[in-house]
């Protein structure tokens, strides 16, 4: 059911929802241009309206963004990135500033979610994009625990080591989750629904 509720929600280019100006200031990949990626976390958020969300791995924003512009409710988003790409911190806060009008609350930290054991607060939904190493995933998906409703994991069938931790996690941790689903993305992704107290 849920699949088809995104469907309906995905818009047909997210060049209708945010300028394309925003995209190509960085890159103009084909998944850019694609209709069949940043689309879908628009779709995320319409369909299952996060009034808090996270992100593992920001980069330039192109899915921080449609995130929060997906649900016109959302309260607060939080984005944890290491920079990997250059000194991007403030360039991409200042540029995200730029065509967010939003309500909400967000901020871009500098965090190594390797470093990390626990997230700072309970989250509806968590975008899983930063290290793609079978361990890193792992690591970032076992952070999701008890801490989040939602988990999007985007690369499923990019990388081999995203497949396989993902694969992993949802065998060895099925007792925390209540489904997952395979979304047809460009690159493949997985929404995973966790069991918690918070649903």
């Known amino acids: 059911m ?4 995104l469907f309906w929600n995905k818009p047909t280019s997210i060049h209708a929802v945010i300028p ?11 998944y850019v241009w694609s209709g069949n990626c940043f689309e879908w976390y628009y779709a995320i958020a319409k369909t299952i309206k996060p ?4 992100e593992i791995g920001v980069r330039f924003g192109f899915s921080f963004l449609s995130t929060m512009l997906g649900n016109t409710k959302m309260k607060y988003a939080l984005g944890w990135d290491l ?4 000194n991007n911190n403030i360039e991409t806060t200042n540029h995200i500033q730029k065509y967010y009008n939003g309500r909400a609350k967000w901020e871009i930290k500098r965090v190594d979610s390797q470093n990390e054991t626990e997230l700072p607060h309970f989250f509806d939904l968590i975008s899983i994009d930063g290290c793609h190493d079978y361990d890193c995933k ?19 069938d990019y990388h081999s ?4 931790s993902t694969d ?3 065998k060895e941790y099925r007792e925390h989750i209540e489904w997952s689903k395979y979304i047809p993305t460009f690159r493949g992704s997985q929404l995973i629904k966790f069991k918690n107290d918070n649903n």
């Open 138 to 156: 792992v690591h970032d998906l076992k952070l999701c625990i008890n801490k989040c409703n939602y988990v999007i994991l985007d690369d499923y």
């Open 168 to 170: 992993f996690f949802l």
């Open 83 to 86: 920079e990997t790409y250059g």
């Open 51 to 54: 009034k808090t969300f996270m």
């Open 20 to 30: 394309s100006e925003f995209f190509t200031k960085y890159d103009s990949y084909d």
């Open 2 to 5: 849920i699949i088809e509720k």
């Open 161 to 164: 080591d995203v497949r396989h």
